[in-house]
């Protein structure tokens, strides 16, 4: 087990919504804040780029799409602009950037995480394996490719979105590839406050059991809604009660579970950052390794395929001609 000692940071901030380049421009202030500060990786919120769309949870689907359009049009594409823009960031800061957006893949968007090395490279795009609820009115899903953790020289690095933390197969998965920092994105806490289910209690709760279940340090970046977006989303009484400003509770929690950063209020922006310490796994690990000395599979075992399945499957030119031809050969017989 490596004794590997660095900063990490989690970003508690509100995006510039539906605005990718003011994202962007905000996030390398963030980023290099972050490097100044000493970190070697930094952790921003689930579709922080270009923000959550929260209308989806405020009226129906048909309203709803007079936002599509724009979200659209400023949800990232692999490669393009912005992209570049946060792997130069990345290099020039010589950090790992991790960034939590929604994905432009010609006609449709995903949940994504893209993790940048600090050479500014490329290590994971993944996304989502399935978007919860009303999300599916505009992300499509992930497969099995997306559950993987990476080794650099900061650690066995992961990723997973929101309540894909509480899918106890897919964390199990990840536990099994030996997960030493897990980056944990979320959009914000202040949606719905009567559902306690989305609210910051229950999910913080399950960060926090993320980290002492896989005995792995959890950086748990959490989005803001700003006064802006509230203005420009809320326009009835009914959904001025269905979200407020507010929102952010991200924290970064240790291998046995603790917190170990003083919270922001959940209105408050900026930088949460606490030394990783890898060497702490093994102490944890002791107690409870869930994939190693603590499991039974000759009693319990997971089936996990990561293999992407293709869309389209092109026929062999070769193989088609000697169909064609036996083919050919029947039709005169």
Same mark, same amino acid.
């Given at each position: 087990?490596?004794?590997?000692?660095?900063?990490?940071?989690?970003?508690?901030?509100?995006?510039?919504?539906?605005?990718?380049?003011?994202?962007?421009?905000?996030?390398?202030?963030?980023?290099?804040?972050?490097?100044?500060?000493?970190?070697?990786?930094?952790?921003?919120?689930?579709?922080?780029?270009?923000?959550?769309?929260?209308?989806?949870?405020?009226?129906?689907?048909?309203?709803?799409?007079?936002?599509?359009?724009?979200?659209?049009?400023?949800?990232?594409?692999?490669?393009?602009?912005?992209?570049?823009?946060?792997?130069?960031?990345?290099?020039?800061?010589?950090?790992?950037?991790?960034?939590?957006?929604?994905?432009?893949?010609?006609?449709?968007?995903?949940?994504?995480?893209?993790?940048?090395?600090?050479?500014?490279?490329?290590?994971?795009?993944?996304?989502?394996?399935?978007?919860?609820?009303?999300?599916?009115?505009?992300?499509?899903?992930?497969?099995?490719?997306?559950?993987?953790?990476?080794?650099?020289?900061?650690?066995?690095?992961?990723?997973?979105?929101?309540?894909?933390?509480?899918?106890?197969?897919?964390?199990?998965?990840?536990?099994?590839?030996?997960?030493?920092?897990?980056?944990?994105?979320?959009?914000?806490?202040?949606?719905?406050?009567?559902?306690?289910?989305?609210?910051?209690?229950?999910?913080?709760?399950?960060?926090?059991?993320?980290?002492?279940?896989?005995?792995?340090?959890?950086?748990?970046?959490?989005?803001?809604?700003?006064?802006?977006?509230? *203005?420009?989303?809320? @326009? =009835? $009484? +009914?959904?001025?009660?269905?979200?407020?400003?507010?929102? %952010?509770?991200?924290? &970064?929690?240790?291998?046995?579970?603790?917190?170990?950063? *003083?919270?922001?209020? @959940? =209105? $408050? +922006?900026?930088?949460?950052?606490?030394?990783?310490?890898? %060497?702490?796994?093994? &102490?944890?690990?002791?107690?409870?390794?869930?994939?190693?000395?603590?499991?039974?599979?000759?009693?319990?075992?997971?089936?996990?395929?990561?293999?992407?399945?293709?869309?389209?499957?092109?026929?062999?030119?070769?193989?088609?001609?000697?169909?064609?031809?036996?083919?050919?050969?029947?039709?005169?017989?």
């Amino acid at each position: 087990m490596s004794s590997t000692k660095f900063k990490a940071a989690v970003v508690q901030a509100a995006p510039v919504f539906m605005n990718l380049d003011g994202c962007v421009d905000k996030a390398i202030d963030l980023i290099e804040k972050a490097s100044q500060e000493g970190a070697r990786i930094i952790a921003f919120p689930e579709c922080w780029f270009p923000g959550y769309p929260w209308w989806i949870w405020l009226s129906i689907t048909a309203h709803n799409m007079k936002y599509f359009q724009q979200y659209h049009e400023n949800s990232l594409v692999l490669g393009g602009d912005a992209y570049a823009r946060l792997s130069r960031s990345a290099a020039e800061n010589k950090i790992y950037v991790s960034a939590g957006v929604s994905e432009r893949d010609y006609g449709s968007l995903y949940i994504a995480q893209l993790l940048f090395d600090d050479q500014g490279e490329l290590v994971q795009g993944r996304r989502k394996l399935k978007p919860t609820h009303m999300e599916r009115t505009v992300f499509g899903e992930g497969n099995g490719s997306d559950i993987e953790v990476f080794e650099s020289d900061i650690g066995r690095l992961g990723q997973l979105c929101c309540w894909e933390h509480l899918q106890p197969l897919t964390k199990y998965a990840m536990y099994s590839m030996h997960e030493q920092v897990h980056i944990a994105a979320w959009p914000s806490f202040s949606c719905y406050p009567r559902a306690y289910s989305l609210g910051p209690e229950l999910n913080c709760a399950v960060a926090q059991v993320y980290a002492v279940e896989g005995q792995c340090y959890v950086l748990s970046s959490c989005g803001v809604v700003s006064q802006e977006m509230v *203005d420009l989303l809320v @326009e =009835t $009484e +009914e959904q001025a009660e269905l979200l407020s400003v507010g929102g %952010g509770f991200a924290q &970064i929690y240790a291998p046995d579970g603790s917190p170990v950063c *003083d919270p922001m209020p @959940e =209105t $408050e +922006e900026g930088l949460l950052i606490a030394e990783i310490d890898l %060497g702490a796994i093994a &102490i944890a690990k002791s107690f409870a390794d869930p994939v190693g000395h603590y499991s039974r599979p000759d009693v319990m075992r997971l089936l996990l395929n990561r293999s992407a399945q293709p869309k389209v499957e092109e026929f062999p030119s070769e193989g088609f001609e000697e169909v064609t031809a036996e083919q050919d050969v029947a039709n005169d017989d």
